[in-house]
């Protein structure tokens, strides 16, 4: 199995030992979007989703979502993490919310799938919080859009 780092020449699953790696500058910046209706989005921009603050609990669960990915993602490292921001953007033209997370650490392994699970959390939370209203609404896109960092260099996804 090579080339895929979590599996050992036996085929068996292992946490990728990282002891080696020098401690270097980390950043991912992951992106996705949750699609709804004009009127559920117009609540949400507004403020009148029953269940309150939709865009400040999102980002608020995101960035909960980000510290936790160690223990949802089974062999990823806990890592200290040194940024979370998330970006929640209005976009009447989905319509809908585009999700953009940042997320840095100084360390012997990258931040992707911790940017990648604060934009799924967000997204999912988008969700919960007006699914009341609209339960036919889309969770789509959910990319990593830039990685930073170690000896792999510099990702960009392509537009």
Do not use: N
């Not at 036996?10 to 946490?15: D, E, N, T, Y």
């Not at 604060?118 to 036919?136: H, N, Q, W």
């Amino acid at each position: 199995m090579s080339g895929l780092t979590h599996f050992d020449e036996s085929g068996s699953a292992h946490m990728v030992d990282v002891s080696e790696k020098p401690v270097t500058a980390r950043v991912a910046v992951a992106r996705g979007a949750v699609k709804m209706s004009a009127e559920t989005l117009a609540l949400v921009t507004e403020g009148r989703a029953e269940k309150g603050d939709v865009l400040g609990v999102a980002r608020l669960a995101g960035i909960m979502g980000a510290k936790r990915t160690a223990d949802l993602i089974p062999l990823c490292h806990p890592l200290p993490i040194t940024k979370v921001a998330l970006e929640l953007t209005a976009d009447p033209a989905l319509p809908g919310v585009v999700v953009e997370a940042t997320v840095k650490t100084g360390g012997q392994t990258g931040v992707e799938m911790e940017a990648l699970t604060a934009v799924s959390v967000a997204c999912l939370t988008i969700y919960d919080m007006v699914k009341a209203v609209e339960k036919g609404m889309e969770i789509t896109g959910i990319r990593l859009l830039l990685k930073e960092g170690g000896k792999s260099g510099r990702f960009e996804a392509s537009a």
